[in-house]
């Protein structure tokens, strides 16, 4: 059985045990609040001050590779006291336990403290000041705690309903599938190329997955992932006006991230699309690895259209199904 399934069931029974060994022990609830949103808990004083600003320049900077400014996250303050149990339910909490009296400095990383899925970070810190040393030492750990939490929901909720036949049509071609939730169709597929989407009345929310023979010794460059996209989608992405076709934009320049995860090595690029001698465009995000037997580039692609919404969200829950990516088991290797 695939692995991410096997983890599912593991956790299940896990839960199982426990509550057969201890019936006392309470469920705990849902998780509250919106998606992409974390509630900050620290005193008004430290918030609109220099540690507030610190904050915000970590987890409320632009989101990258977006066409308008949107926050990476949604921040919401809240004093100490006004810290109930209400909001102790909330998916993302980032607590400020800042007293002279803490014994030892640093960022603690917990989950499902009151809730499902839950994250919960805390700073001790002995005064605003360190905790400002304590936030730029541990800065981006405690943004890629909240964003791989974000990650997770997405993929739980994708597994809870899953439509398995899409993994399968990328699976028979690469050798590994990619988790696919209800509302997602196939709209093409050739020997080299798919093209899945969920499409609503104002939304769209896209996959790409291709692959190519390795032709050169550095396929990992930003210039040849790029121009192996733009002559995949102008073959397969035509758009509505005659002679358009999806490609990527030129007036902002990609970014590429060499990155691990789950014992992948793959390289993240960021940048617009657009369409040639039309008027759409957004953003998109894609993964470029080695298939098992090194011979060819894989690329999983999620990419959004909403022109009428802000598209962080949009972005982050198609973005999600990228990552839960896995090698078929069965001797499979795409040929």
């Given at each position: 059985m695939r692995n991410i399934v096997k983890i599912i069931f593991g956790i299940i029974a896990t839960l199982s045990a426990v509550s057969c060994g201890n019936n006392t022990k309470p469920l705990l609830p849902n998780v509250s609040g919106k998606a992409g949103e974390v509630i900050?808990?620290?005193?008004?004083?430290?918030?609109?001050?220099?540690?507030?600003?610190?904050i915000g320049s970590l987890l409320a900077r632009d989101c990258e590779y977006l066409p308008q400014r949107e926050p990476l996250y949604s921040l919401v303050n809240l004093a100490p006291s006004a810290f109930?149990?209400?909001?102790?339910?909330?998916r993302?909490?980032?607590?400020?336990?800042?007293?002279s009296s803490v014994a030892k400095q640093g960022v603690i990383y917990r989950t499902d403290v009151w809730a499902r899925p839950q994250c919960v970070i805390q700073v001790n810190a002995t005064c605003a000041d360190s905790a400002i040393v304590v936030?730029?030492?541990?800065?981006?750990?405690?943004?890629?705690?909240?964003?791989?939490a974000e990650r997770n929901r997405v993929i739980a909720n994708t597994l809870l309903y899953e439509e398995p036949k899409l993994g399968e049509v990328v699976?028979?071609?690469?050798?590994?599938?990619i988790h696919f939730p209800v509302g997602y169709n196939l709209k093409k597929v050739t020997d080299d190329f798919i093209w899945i989407a969920d499409e609503k009345q104002c939304s769209t929310q896209g996959v790409f997955v291709y692959k190519y023979p390795v032709t050169d010794k550095t396929p990992f460059t930003e210039e040849n992932i790029i121009a192996r996209r733009n002559a995949f989608l102008k073959e397969y992405v035509p758009a509505t006006a005659e002679g358009s076709y999806m490609t990527t934009s030129v007036f902002v320049k990609p970014g590429i991230k060499f990155l691990k995860y789950?014992?992948?090595?793959?390289?993240?690029?960021?940048g617009l699309w657009e369409v040639y001698n039309d008027y759409m465009g957004g953003p998109f995000v894609s993964h470029s690895f080695y298939s098992k037997d090194g011979k060819e580039i894989i690329v999983l692609e999620a990419w959004v259209y909403a022109p009428k919404y802000d598209k962080r969200q949009y972005l982050r829950q198609t973005e999600s199904l990228l990552y839960s990516f896995e090698w078929d088991k069965d001797g499979n290797d795409g040929k």
């Amino acid at each position: 059985m695939r692995n991410i399934v096997k983890i599912i069931f593991g956790i299940i029974a896990t839960l199982s045990a426990v509550s057969c060994g201890n019936n006392t022990k309470p469920l705990l609830p849902n998780v509250s609040g919106k998606a992409g949103e974390v509630i900050v808990v620290v005193g008004k004083d430290n918030w609109e001050g220099n540690l507030g600003n610190e904050i915000g320049s970590l987890l409320a900077r632009d989101c990258e590779y977006l066409p308008q400014r949107e926050p990476l996250y949604s921040l919401v303050n809240l004093a100490p006291s006004a810290f109930s149990d209400m909001f102790k339910l909330h998916r993302n909490i980032l607590i400020f336990n800042i007293d002279s009296s803490v014994a030892k400095q640093g960022v603690i990383y917990r989950t499902d403290v009151w809730a499902r899925p839950q994250c919960v970070i805390q700073v001790n810190a002995t005064c605003a000041d360190s905790a400002i040393v304590v936030l730029r030492k541990n800065g981006e750990n405690i943004a890629g705690a909240i964003e791989q939490a974000e990650r997770n929901r997405v993929i739980a909720n994708t597994l809870l309903y899953e439509e398995p036949k899409l993994g399968e049509v990328v699976s028979k071609m690469i050798g590994g599938r990619i988790h696919f939730p209800v509302g997602y169709n196939l709209k093409k597929v050739t020997d080299d190329f798919i093209w899945i989407a969920d499409e609503k009345q104002c939304s769209t929310q896209g996959v790409f997955v291709y692959k190519y023979p390795v032709t050169d010794k550095t396929p990992f460059t930003e210039e040849n992932i790029i121009a192996r996209r733009n002559a995949f989608l102008k073959e397969y992405v035509p758009a509505t006006a005659e002679g358009s076709y999806m490609t990527t934009s030129v007036f902002v320049k990609p970014g590429i991230k060499f990155l691990k995860y789950h014992n992948l090595d793959f390289v993240e690029t960021r940048g617009l699309w657009e369409v040639y001698n039309d008027y759409m465009g957004g953003p998109f995000v894609s993964h470029s690895f080695y298939s098992k037997d090194g011979k060819e580039i894989i690329v999983l692609e999620a990419w959004v259209y909403a022109p009428k919404y802000d598209k962080r969200q949009y972005l982050r829950q198609t973005e999600s199904l990228l990552y839960s990516f896995e090698w078929d088991k069965d001797g499979n290797d795409g040929k």
